[in-house]
């Protein structure tokens, strides 16, 4: 049976709908709040930090997503922790709501398609992360402004929104496997459940399994052996392996964003070392240079974990 018309027709519509639910629903107001009197925490004690900083350092406004102040983390790591949550908040029921409300059927005999469906609700969640980002860099920029009265720079400035670029891959990341599981699973409870298990199992227990796992797979070394130390073939697996994880492929990245002085994400060789003056920051490109793997492993699992859910949301039957 042949479509008629374009399979996008209805788009507007629904991602314009979904757009103005997420941005006025209480779940969101809460996320919000959660994210922001945490961020205030955390950068309360860094600001305090600054001021003690050396005047010299030319990056200082970059400081504020990556210094952090016991017992607090630091932003940039409070927000590799928030995101997956609030993407899971906005995703989970994305679907499975519908069918749940028996209103499946209804809105699918409607002129619009099911890819409009899907893409609309997923750039609606996609598109609410990224004016939360876009809102809480700008406070945090307005209060480096207020608080240090030093305006940052044009380079930091540059790096400092490419580091909402990947934060916002990073959130897509979770916002697919949000609807996969809203796809796959009736139950918004199954598939709220499913989404933190899989967050927890890649954020905490993932790396805590990688050692054992290079161990078992690396070829044994037995001069690193004797040195108590492990092996270079060790530490190339540990480093494959920990990349499974979309939590480590954005800590890498935004040390290579907002660590200027930064010059490799792995082991360091005397090779990478030879010419360089330490402690001294790359150039902006060269920093691309070094995380652009690390975006592409982002936005590549974007692409799968969301054609995934596009097949079976395609598959299923929705008139029952």
Not at 232 to 248: F, N
Request: glycine share 8%; with cysteine; proline share 6%.
């Amino acid at each position: 049976m042949q479509r008629e018309g374009s399979p996008w027709r209805g788009l507007g519509v629904v991602f314009t709908k979904e757009l103005a639910d997420h941005l006025g629903s209480a779940r969101m107001r809460v996320l919000e709040w959660l994210i922001i009197l945490t961020a205030a925490a955390s950068l309360y004690g860094v600001f305090q930090a600054i001021h003690n900083a050396t005047p010299d350092d030319a990056f200082i406004f970059l400081r504020l997503f990556t210094m952090a102040e016991s017992p607090m983390p630091s932003f940039s790591a409070l927000l590799s922790f928030m995101i997956p949550l609030v993407a899971i908040g906005l995703g989970f029921d994305a679907i499975n709501a519908e069918y749940n409300r028996r209103t499946m059927s209804r809105l699918l005999s409607q002129p619009i398609y099911r890819d409009a469906l899907l893409v609309g609700k997923f750039l609606a969640g996609l598109v609410t992360i990224a004016i939360s980002l876009l809102a809480l860099w700008l406070l945090i920029i307005g209060a480096g402004l207020v608080l240090m009265g030093v305006p940052p720079s044009g380079e930091e400035v540059a790096r400092s929104l490419l580091f909402l670029v990947l934060a916002l891959a990073y959130a897509g990341i979770w916002l697919a496997v949000a609807l996969l599981c809203s796809v796959c699973f009736r139950s918004a409870a199954t598939s709220a459940l499913v989404c933190l298990a899989l967050w927890l199992f890649l954020t905490l227990l993932w790396p805590m399994l990688v050692p054992a796992l290079a161990q078992a797979f690396s070829t044994p070394d037995p001069i690193s052996a004797m040195l108590g130390q492990p092996s270079l073939d060790t530490l190339q697996w540990q480093q494959a392996l920990g990349r499974v994880s979309p939590a480590r492929l954005f800590e890498e990245g935004i040390l290579g964003l907002l660590s200027p002085e930064t010059r490799t994400l792995g082991p360091v060789f005397m090779s990478q070392l030879r010419g360089a003056v330490i402690g001294s920051p790359l150039p902006l490109a060269e920093s691309l240079s070094i995380v652009w793997p690390q975006a592409v492993g982002l936005i590549a699992g974007v692409v799968v974990l969301f054609t995934a859910g596009y097949v079976v949301f395609q598959r299923q039957e929705v008139r029952a």
